[in-house]
T-cell receptor
Framework: DVKVTQSSRYLVKRTGEKVFLECVQDMDHENMFWYRQDPGLGLRLIYF???????EKGDIPEGYSVSREKKERFSLILESASTNQTSMYLC????????????FGQGTRLTVV | AQSVTQPDIHITVSEGASLELRCNYS??????LFWYVQSPGQGLQLLLKYFSGDTLVQGIKGFEAEFKRSQSSFNLRKPSVHWSDAAEYFC?????????????FGQGTILTVHP
């Protein structure tokens, strides 16, 4: 089974802190994604990556950056956390070059106080 | 750009009743369509997908969905709901080509099941 693992289930951070959310997948997938989930808004794409060191902005990249130094690991970075970034963050991965389903991690619920 | 609309934010059904969750999409070419389910505090699990071929697709847990191109819809159905089906359901559309597998999700439908 594909496994996508997010390093934390719950995080509480202070406003202005730099926050790292880590995601690791074990199926050698090329594509990796970070989504943000808010009630009534569904999932919105923040950033995605289709190869090591490659990244593309999604629909809501403002206030976020990403890093992909190794194929299996995709990090989401909040440069200076703000209260409006309190949300559920979901990481996903999929195979490159074909449409197939994305596999999701368990999510990280981030609270910024 | 593609988009997905799930018109029902919250649906309540009795256990044993039939279920239909609506999904409408907007996309210029042949869409790739998915239904995911999210139990409380969990990630998303794929229920079923449509890429091509038979427009009625079967998924896990007794769910099925029908692709109707003329109506731009991909509604999810289950003939008899179980209490364990209570969850949030998301419809998603993906694009081919250089989209790198990006999915666009609907707003989600929360399903409550009464005993």
């Amino acid at each position: 089974d594909v496994k996508v693992t997010q390093s934390s289930r719950y995080l509480v951070k202070r406003t202005g802190e730099k926050v790292f959310l880590e995601c690791v997948q074990d199926m050698d997938h090329e594509n990796m994604f970070w989504y943000r989930q808010d009630p009534g808004l569904g999932l919105r794409l923040i950033y995605f990556s289709y190869d090591v060191k490659m990244k593309e902005k999604g629909d809501i990249p403002e206030g976020y950056s990403v890093s992909r130094e190794k194929k299996e690991r995709f990090s989401l970075i909040l440069e200076s956390a703000s209260t409006n970034q309190t949300s559920m963050y979901l990481c996903a991965s999929s195979l490159y070059g074909q449409i197939t389903e994305a596999f999701f991690g368990q999510g990280t619920r981030l609270t910024v106080v | 750009a593609q988009s997905v609309t799930q018109p029902d934010i919250h649906i309540t059904v009795s256990e044993g009743a039939s279920l239909e969750l609506r999904c409408n999409y907007s996309y210029g070419a042949t869409p790739y369509l998915f239904w995911y389910v999210q139990s409380p505090g969990q990630g998303l699990q794929l229920l079923l997908k449509y890429f091509s071929g038979d427009t009625l697709v079967q998924g896990i847990k007794g769910f099925e969905a029908e692709f109707k191109r003329s109506q731009s819809s991909f509604n999810l159905r289950k003939p008899s709901v179980h209490w364990s089906d209570a969850a949030e359901y998301f419809c998603a559309v993906g694009a081919g080509g250089t989209s790198y597998g990006k999915l666009t999700f609907g707003q989600g439908t929360i399903l409550t099941v009464h005993p």
